[in-house]
């Protein structure tokens, strides 16, 4: 697991430490840096992943700034712009958990995507994925604010689903991978939901789904001759079984969900799961159902990274903290916000009962302002 990332002159940060635990939210106003530390972690893996942190692929190593998990730009746009004597012009970041430390630090270069690491600093005696297998090693999933929507059909990828695992950063491998890994069963003992139909992950999917649609049932399948699979909806069963809908004619909120609740279902202990907004297009309900399965995923040994504009998922989190379904010392909640150009994260500390250490103004406040005005 990883306990700690540090940020150096890394987009809106100056210099800034993000405790990590089995279950962090990240919370604030829009444009805080929330999805920015998210990224950091992202462009580490995705320059790992492309042999780039790893001098013994025979080239230079250094950061890529733009591939298939995030496309940062060039140094100018990465390197934080009110940088100051005491960081000093480079741009680094610095990773402590699963038993080791690393930081690489990369030399600016304005218009460069390939920001070079100071050899000397790299720190790295031992390859990556055995010095943190959590972001390096096999089951990371980055899953981006902007899914993939609802359609007719999708990619078909052996290499993605299957030699990788990966359900791709927007999600477009998820409906493959369901059908792919459909009857394997989910290991974690949290996230199993007893009235789901198995433990196969196709029917704790629907067994999760019904909690924000209830009744419904999914159908992941290969579409003949083609190199793509589609995903179909049911309603009901036996009797008033509904025939199989296509996604375009099913809420949107459905479709775009999926991808969040098959990385949870599929996590392995050790993992890594990066989501942002994985609440957007909820009901307030479906909003803490998404609090009550990163938790149960948390619980099984996994561990969420969460972006989240919603007070329902924070709720939902201090609710099984209370209920004994997370220890309290399993969770990290930071409140961005913007201080001048750079931003500054206050961290309130979720007690065994489900209380907040914290309140800093902005933080969750709006139901109390508008309360306060509506009985004024
Ligand atoms: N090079 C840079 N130097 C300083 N600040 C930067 C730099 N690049 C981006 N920023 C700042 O980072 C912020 C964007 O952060 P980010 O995308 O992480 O926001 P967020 O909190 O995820 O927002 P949202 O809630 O809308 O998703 C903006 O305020 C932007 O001004
Ligand atoms: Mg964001």
């Known amino acids: 697991m990883l306990e700690s990332l540090t940020l150096t002159n890394f987009k809106a940060f100056a210099r800034q430490e993000i405790r990590l635990a089995p ?19 992202a462009l580490l893996r995705q320059s790992y992943d492309s042999g780039d942190l790893s001098p013994a692929y025979g080239h230079e190593a250094g950061l890529l700034l733009n591939d298939e998990l995030v496309q940062l730009g060039t140094g100018q746009d990465v390197r934080h ?5 005491e960081t000093g012009p480079h741009i680094a970041l610095a990773l402590r958990g699963d038993g080791g430390t ?8 304005r218009e460069a995507d390939h920001l070079k690491l100071v050899p000397a600093e790299q720190g790295i005696q031992q390859e990556p994925a055995a010095l943190l297998p959590s972001l390096f090693g096999p089951g990371f999933q980055y899953l981006k604010a902007d899914r993939v929507s609802p359609q007719v059909s999708y990619p078909r990828s052996h290499h993605a689903v299957t030699t990788r695992g990966f359900l791709g950063a927007h999600g477009e491998h998820t409906v493959n991978y369901l059908r792919t890994h459909q009857d394997e069963p989910v290991t974690g003992k949290a996230l199993r939901l007893p009235d789901a139909a198995s433990a196969g992950l196709l029917a704790q999917t629907e067994a999760w789904m019904q909690r924000l649609c209830p009744g419904v049932r999914l159908v992941a399948e290969d579409i003949h001759g083609t190199d793509a699979v589609r995903l179909g909806y049911h ?6 079984e509904s025939n199989q809908y296509r996604p375009t ?14 990385a949870c279902l599929s996590a392995r202990p050790g993992t890594l799961i990066l989501l942002e907004n994985p609440e ?18 948390a619980a099984s040994g996994a561990q969420v990274v969460m972006e989240t ?4 998922v924070l709720n939902g989190l201090r609710l099984q903290v209370k209920n004994g379904r997370l220890a309290a010392d399993g969770t990290a909640v930071h409140y961005f ?13 979720i007690g065994p009962d489900g209380t907040l250490s914290e309140w800093p103004e902005g933080f969750f406040d709006e139901w109390e302002n508008s309360l306060d005005q509506l009985l004024d």
């Open 337 to 349: 916000r913007r201080k001048g150009q750079t931003t500054e994260v206050v961290s309130p500390i």
């Open 102 to 109: 690393a930081r690489w630090t990369a030399v600016y270069e």
């Open 23 to 41: 279950f962090t939210l990240l919370t604030g106003l829009n444009s805080s840096g929330k999805s920015s530390v998210l990224q950091a972690l």
């Open 280 to 297: 957007a297009h909820l009901h307030p309900q479906g909003q803490t159902w998404m609090a009550y399965l990163a938790c149960a995923t």
């Open 81 to 85: 712009e009110a940088y100051d004597d």
């Open 235 to 240: 309603f009901g069963s036996g009797f008033s």
């Open 249 to 262: 004619n099913v809420g949107f909120g459905l479709t775009y969900v999926l991808p969040v609740v098959v």
């Open 309 to 312: 504009h919603s007070d329902h």
